[in-house]
Nanobody, 125 residues
């Protein structure tokens, strides 16, 4: 069992930056693949990016590639989502997710076992 808690969301102008954090507690953080997802009002949850246990493998949605970067600090049991050049269409609740296993990365929400409560990101135009 692992518990996840996101933080760092807020209101930012278009072109600005935010860094989201997801702190994990429970079992060994380095045993988990971590993912980030977004859900905008009235839309389904969408994949943003994922990282394997040591950062050696990452995957990003085309919509955020080159603008968003995932990193993790296993010593702090925390994964980060650095979001740059934000656009109004990035407005959503952002969730982190965890899946037990080290090596692969996954794009489907159903592949993840644990979820945080989400943090709101609002980008004004």
């Amino acid at each position: 069992q692992v518990q996840l808690a996101e933080s760092g969301g807020g209101l930012v102008q278009a072109g600005g930056s935010l860094r989201l954090s997801c702190a994990a507690s429970g079992r060994t953080f380095s045993s988990y693949v971590m993912g980030w997802f977004q859900q905008a009002p009235g839309k389904e949850r969408e994949f943003v990016g994922a990282m394997n246990w040591n950062g050696g493998r990452t995957d990003y949605a085309d919509s955020v590639k080159g603008r968003f970067t995932i990193s993790r600090d296993n010593a702090k049991s925390t994964v980060y989502l650095q979001m740059n050049s934000l656009k109004p269409e990035d407005t959503a609740v952002y969730y982190c997710a965890a899946r037990y296993g080290r090596y692969s990365v996954y794009r489907q929400g159903s592949d993840y076992n644990y979820w945080g409560q989400g943090t709101q990101v609002t980008v004004s135009s």
